[in-house]
């Protein structure tokens, strides 16, 4: 193996795009096209490891453009003996045929990442870096931040209005006949996101971090129907496990799960809009489970608190975050605005009442609401079907009298 491929290997793409532009410049002013967050780290990285201080920006939307700062991309035009550009985007055809049309050669007075293609046909992607697409990938926007990334895509799954952001080792695979609709899906190094075939995501925003992954099961929905779109975040090391004909209904939701977390949702799960997830703690929730709206989950309690004689933490440490949990049963209903903390045990075939507090262990085949939640009623069974006359539908697995564990 050569040192260029051992380095693209190892290396952080950004440190590629630095060291491709200080082997390059040659004394000439440094210009970045796009105005965004990687740009900025780029800018920033420049100067600290080499003194190397960014011009300008060049920007296509007018909105980005001051006058000051950022400009439109004519100002590069036949000035390529003055400036050498740094393109950390998405391959976009227009950017190379502008700047080749302005008088610019790549890598001599250009470093264009993305633009980097060795193979791209209807089925099949490749490029210089080692990324690939298996699979027929019409409709879809990606852009390989990295190197030696996979997408896998079966039969029929269909794109709109969906891109992919992957960075170094990470792996899509999109089942058959999946449908994704305004989706922007982006993963760190070393991640993993695998959806079953039949899922549908409508409208949403996924960041798998470094070394994390994201499971969707065959025929789960994440639905939209308005309003701010859902929003789902797997932090470094966690992973995300969500079952077989899950719904997420409509309205948008949150997930939030810092690092080293795994959330496991069973299978035909449901859950109404305006959800709103965040742990540093463990969540296991059971089969056919059936959530209202507007439910609270609290793995964490968000800040840190102190106590003032010896001055340690006694709420946020990682040791004291991995010792917390939360179990949610199978068959278990929670009502409308329910908020579930850490340190919280349901059982199978319970019902959390609405706008319920619950903190605490919660036998099986109960009723539990309040603030904080306490049983009302045992021994009892539920199904989806209102107004149900057997209780037969409610499964037979789940027709059971209450143990007498105590809250």
């Not at 633009?115 to 390989?144: M, P, S």
């Not at 209202?292 to 006694?314: E, V």
Request: with cysteine.
């Amino acid at each position: 193996m050569d040192n260029r491929v051992a380095k693209e290997q190892t290396e952080n793409w950004i440190d590629y795009i630095i060291d491709k532009t200080v082997g390059n410049y040659q004394g000439r002013e440094i210009v970045i096209w796009g105005k965004y967050k990687i740009a900025d780290s780029i800018k920033m990285k420049l100067l600290k490891q080499y003194g190397l201080s960014v011009a300008f920006y060049v920007d296509s939307s007018q909105e980005k453009q001051d006058g000051k700062t950022v400009f439109s991309p004519d100002v590069l035009c036949g000035k390529s003996n003055s400036y050498y550009v740094i393109i950390p985007l998405a391959f976009y055809q227009e950017i190379r045929e502008k700047l080749v049309g302005g008088g610019y050669e790549p890598d001599r007075d250009y470093y264009y990442f993305c633009d980097c293609i060795v193979c791209q046909e209807h089925n099949y992607y490749e490029d210089r870096h080692g990324n690939r697409i298996i699979g027929d990938y019409t409709g879809l926007k990606f852009a390989f931040t990295g190197f030696h990334s996979v997408i896998e895509i079966g039969d029929d799954a269909t794109f709109h209005e969906t891109v992919f952001y992957l960075h170094n080792m990470s792996k899509i695979r999109v089942g058959c006949n999946m449908q994704l609709k305004q989706v922007d899906l982006s993963l760190g190094d070393f991640a993993e996101a695998v959806f079953g075939k039949d899922a549908y995501i409508d409208e949403g925003s996924i960041n798998v971090g470094k070394s994390a992954a994201i499971f969707l099961g065959e025929d789960t929905r994440i639905e939209h129907n308005g309003g701010v779109k859902t929003r789902w975040y797997v932090g470094e090391r966690s992973r995300l496990e969500i079952g077989n004909r899950c719904i997420f209904y409509e309205l948008s939701g949150i997930i939030d799960l810092r690092k080293n977390v795994v959330m496991q949702i069973g299978d035909d799960f449901t859950i109404n809009g305006n959800y709103h997830i965040y742990s540093r703690a463990n969540i296991l929730i059971g089969k056919d489970c059936m959530f209202s709206c507007d439910i609270s989950i609290r793995g964490d309690d968000g800040h840190s608190i102190f106590d003032i004689l010896d001055r340690k933490n006694i709420n946020s440490t990682d040791a004291i975050c991995r010792e917390r949990g939360i179990v949610i049963g199978n068959h278990v209903w929670v009502g409308e605005r329910a908020t579930i903390l850490y340190n919280t045990e349901i059982g199978d075939g319970s019902i959390v009442g609405a706008m319920s507090l619950v903190k605490g262990k919660i036998p099986n085949n109960c009723t539990a609401a309040g603030i904080p939640a306490k049983i009302l009623r045992r021994d009892v069974a539920w199904c989806r079907e209102f107004g149900a006359d057997d209780i037969l539908q409610c499964g037979k697995e789940y027709i059971n009298c209450t143990k007498n564990d105590e809250m």
